[in-house]
Nanobody, 123 residues
Framework: QVQLVESGGGLVQAGGSLRLSCGAS????????MAWFRQAPGKEREFVSS????????YYADSVKGRFTISRDNAKNTVYLQMNSLKPEDTAVYYC????????????????WGQGTQVTVSS
């Protein structure tokens, strides 16, 4: 079973950048599809990005396409989310998730979740 810990969140001005990291422990990370979701106050958790286990396929929500980049380093058991050109509407708690199935945009497709990291973008 994979355990996930996110880091890299913080406060940034609009237009700035942050890189989130999600460190994984457990034997199955290199075979897991990984994803980032986010949840803003009063809103449902929403898909941000996902990547398959060999990093040959990536997926993005329309709202972040062209600004965010997901990547992974299986040797380091880590998945990253590079976030550029941040907007106030990107403010949310960002969660890392893992699945032994193919990547999906649906939260129910992931069975392991991190505790989340707060990203706040000021205008």
């Amino acid at each position: 079973q994979v355990q996930l810990v996110e880091s890299g969140g913080g406060l940034v001005q609009a237009g700035g950048s942050l890189r989130l990291s999600c460190g994984a422990s457990g034997r199955t990370f290199s075979r897991s599809a990984m994803a980032w979701f986010r949840q803003a106050p009063g809103k449902e958790r929403e898909f941000v990005s996902s990547i398959n286990w060999i990093a040959s396929r990536t997926y993005y929500a329309d709202s972040v396409k062209g600004r965010f980049t997901i990547s992974r380093d299986n040797a380091k058991n880590t998945v990253y989310l590079q976030m550029n050109s941040l907007k106030p509407e990107d403010t949310a708690v960002y969660y890392c998730a893992a699945s032994l199935d193919q990547p999906t945009t649906q939260a129910r497709g992931y069975d392991v979740w991190g505790q989340g990291t707060q990203v706040t973008v000021s205008s």
